[in-house]
């Protein structure tokens, strides 16, 4: 499973940190960084219920190894 990181659509809410701070990395005015993330097998539930937090729709959701995403 890979979390798709759309930074541009980021607004520094820090949802996703609260809902799995191990997971979803920010700076320090709140906004996640930059890059994709690769999720450990065992972090699947707490990284989806992160990404599905985002209200700027900012996290996709990759379940599949394929290029498609699954939008959260």
């Not at 930059?34 to 699947?44: F, K, L, R, S």
Request: hydrophobic fraction near 40%; charged fraction near 20%; include cysteine.
């Amino acid at each position: 499973m890979h979390i798709i990181v759309h930074n541009a659509k980021c607004h520094g809410h820090a949802r996703c940190w609260s809902q799995a701070p191990e997971i979803f990395k920010l700076d320090e005015d709140g906004y996640i960084l930059p890059g994709n993330i690769d999720v450990a097998a065992g972090n699947e539930f707490c990284a989806s219920r992160g990404a599905r937090s985002c209200p700027e729709r900012a996290l996709e959701i990759n379940r599949s190894s394929d290029t498609a995403p699954v939008m959260a």
